[in-house]
């Protein structure tokens, strides 16, 4: 296939990134000639601005990208905002209901530039870390009204669906939950994926009419694969992921995204 008639959609964490949330030299090296012959390369990733931001200037974008699991899409290059969707005021009442519930679990409560962290806990603070974000240590009450754009809760995986439960039963309304990985579960606004955020960038680049690669690894990328022309999951994805998938790639530590494009080569 003509690589100027593809846009290529790809999850990082689990999916493009090692799990030393690293890129391969090879996936690396693939990317530069897909876009070099003319596709469009980008990514939809969970992260928000501050954690997205470092992996898009390792890829060189060159093009705005879905953050915040589908609640925004920005351009690294400009800085700036093209388009985004906001929690309603109810998520504020659901962090204090969980923060009473839970003593122990870790909330972020995503804006558009900075990350409030008004309870704390060890998988929090490693994620942090890794990633190397500062955050507002705050209480709820003094986090800003308007421009949540995602709230992470984190805890541990084998008591996660505790939180699950107490969440279908009381912080359902109005809002989006999605699993992002063993130990993250979301709160987005209504109708927001990272499926809807590729249709936004999609509409905003008036590239609708590409053929569209979506490749990831967890529940969260379900609607992206599901939407996409071809849908595909790396080896190391979850098994209903893979099911949704059209294609089936190596693990991430493997490059998965070589293989990938090498695949759009031959179609």
Request: glycine content about 6%; some cysteine.
């Amino acid at each position: 296939m003509d690589f100027s008639k593809v846009i290529l959609m790809t999850d990082l964490d689990g999916t493009l990134l090692t799990d030393s949330k690293e890129i391969l030299p090879e996936d690396m090296s693939a990317i530069r000639r897909f876009r070099a012959e003319g596709g469009i390369f980008t990514m939809a990733t969970g992260r928000g601005y501050s954690m997205a931001k470092p992996v898009a200037q390792r890829l060189e974008l060159d093009v705005p990208a879905v953050i915040f699991n589908g609640a925004a899409v920005y351009d690294f290059n400009k800085d700036k905002f093209l388009w985004h969707s906001e929690i309603g005021a109810h998520a504020r009442d659901y962090v204090n209901m969980l923060i009473e519930r839970f003593s122990d679990i870790a909330i972020e409560v995503l804006c558009e530039e900075k990350v409030y962290v008004p309870s704390i806990n060890e998988i929090e603070r490693k994620h942090l870390a890794l990633e190397r974000v500062q955050p507002v240590r705050c209480a709820v009450s003094e986090i800003p009204d308007g421009g949540w754009l995602k709230v992470l809760i984190a805890y541990p995986p084998e008591q996660m669906q505790q939180v699950i439960d107490f969440v279908e039963a009381n912080c359902k309304e109005k809002a989006h939950w999605v699993r992002s990985e063993a130990h993250y579960f979301e709160m987005l606004p209504v109708g927001v994926n990272k499926g809807s955020g590729f249709e936004q960038l999609l509409r905003i680049l008036g590239k609708e009419q590409l053929f569209t690669v979506g490749v990831g690894d967890y529940n969260n990328d379900l609607e992206l694969i599901k939407q996409a022309k071809l849908g595909a999951a790396v080896g190391s994805a979850q098994e209903a992921v893979k099911e949704a998938a059209d294609i089936v790639l190596c693990d991430n530590n493997s490059g998965a995204m070589a293989e990938l494009i090498s695949y759009i080569e031959r179609l």
